[in-house]
């Protein structure tokens, strides 16, 4: 028989996911395990969202809409860029998608020909990588260390470059470090891609997810110059606690648009018609949810941080935003726990899922082997019980 297709046979499965179904399958198993793996919030999806959501089925809003997603969604969209990022898009500039995940494919098919390089500054989020090697690019991984906060730095993108590069893909906030980039940050790195001529997809999911008073800065409202090359990511799975309801959308010059629309006419078709009614409600209605959770998550984060540096042979720096921390298990490596020498965050996720019974996300995946990630979507319940199991394990 033939082999399959060498670019599917390559793809690898996304560590998130896997580490999430892994801890389900324990809880069902009837195992007493934490779950820190997917960054998917704990909360329910807020009542007026659901209810418009339920009114679209009653109101047979049940059949094909257009590629690019109902008017009011798109609108909607654009109203939320302008009133929180201070953006104007037009709605022919909305694209969207089954999910952010997927504006972030249809934007990658959009730019990429096989052979192109996008530059991927890690730590990065585990699909990037694998979506870039889908649509036959070449991903480009720059470090960015701990040390410099998980951050590029224009020198380290320069060094980077090379005539086959294309893309820059920037997240802000990060998944997983959870790290911001200031206004200035970002000009610094987006001259560089202005002056060699390079596009930007810009992940900005998690842009309502700030703390300690900051401001998020999008990568479009830095001018004109840089906006025509930008695709913004965005989203209601974060936000709004809608990770199952699989909207998300781009926002893009006009003619970018029209290609990631033409592309997504062949493969996804439009989102679910009612989860972009819910959506759009989500977008449009009151926003108070979003600063409930955003509180929650922040508490949330300061307790998991405070906990994490008190605790021996590990550490952590504060994120920012979203709701990721990276722990450092570089003093680990070479020790032995519970029987197993740790060479990486591979095999600490695996020992203390195992014997500590707490599920966190390997680096490996996201480019930082020597770290694992902690989603602290979860109730400050778990939290400490997670800390506690954390601390019983490395004893
Ligand atoms: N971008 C980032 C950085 C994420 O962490 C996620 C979470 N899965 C997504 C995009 C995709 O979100 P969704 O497809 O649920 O909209
Ligand atoms: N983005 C989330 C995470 O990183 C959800 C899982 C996924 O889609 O990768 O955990």
Redesign the pocket.
């Known amino acids: 028989m033939k082999g399959l297709s060498q670019i599917a046979s390559g793809v690898r499965a996304?560590t998130?996911?896997a580490i999430?179904a892994m801890f389900k399958q324990m809880k069902a198993d009837g195992i007493d395990v934490i779950g820190f793996?997917?960054?998917?919030p704990d909360f329910d999806t807020p009542d007026a969202i659901k209810e418009a959501g339920i009114r679209a089925i009653q109101e047979d809003f049940t059949r094909y809409t257009p590629t690019a997603g109902i008017p009011e969604l798109r609108q909607a969209a654009c109203t939320r860029l302008r009133e929180d990022c201070g953006l104007e898009y037009v709605p022919a500039q909305i694209v969207a998608a089954s999910g952010a995940?997927h504006a972030v494919y249809a934007a990658l098919r959009a730019l990429i020909d096989p052979g192109d390089e996008v530059i991927i500054p890690a730590p990065f989020?585990?699909?990037y990588f694998e979506m870039v090697k889908m649509v036959g690019g070449v991903p480009v991984i720059v470090t960015a260390e701990e040390s410099a906060g998980f951050k590029l730095v224009p020198d380290q993108l320069e060094a980077a470059i090379t005539p086959r590069t294309k893309v820059v893909l920037l997240n802000n906030p990060s998944?997983?470090t959870g790290m911001i980039y200031s206004g200035e940050e970002l000009r610094g790195l987006t001259d560089v891609c202005v002056r060699h001529d390079l596009y930007i997809i810009a992940d900005e999911i998690y842009y309502r997810l700030v703390y300690d008073g900051r401001t998020f800065t999008s990568v479009a409202s830095l001018g004109e110059d840089v906006k025509e090359r930008t695709i913004l990511i965005n989203g209601v799975s974060k936000s709004y606690a809608m990770?199952g309801w699989r909207v998300g959308y781009a926002a893009a010059p006009e003619h970018i648009a029209k290609v990631m629309s033409n592309y997504l006419s062949h493969s996804t078709g439009a989102p679910c018609s009612i989860a972009q009614k819910a959506a759009a409600a989500a977008l449009s209605g009151p926003q108070d949810t979003v600063e409930t959770m955003r509180k929650a998550f922040e508490a949330r984060r300061d307790h998991l941080v405070e906990r994490l540096n008190r605790v021996p042979g590990v550490s952590c720096i504060k994120p920012e935003g979203a709701f990721y921390v990276m722990m450092n298990i570089g003093q680990l490596i070479g020790k032995e726990i519970h029987g197993t020498v740790i060479h990486d965050g591979d095999d600490f996720a695996d020992a203390f899922l195992k014997h500590g019974l707490v599920a966190v996300?390997p680096g490996s995946g996201f480019g930082a082997p020597d770290f694992v990630r902690w989603?602290y979507a979860t109730s400050m319940a778990n939290i400490d019980a997670g800390m506690d199991r954390l601390e019983a394990f490395l004893k």
């Open positions: 996304s998130t996911l999430d793996g997917a960054g998917e995940k989020w585990v699909s998944n997983p990770t996300v989603s």
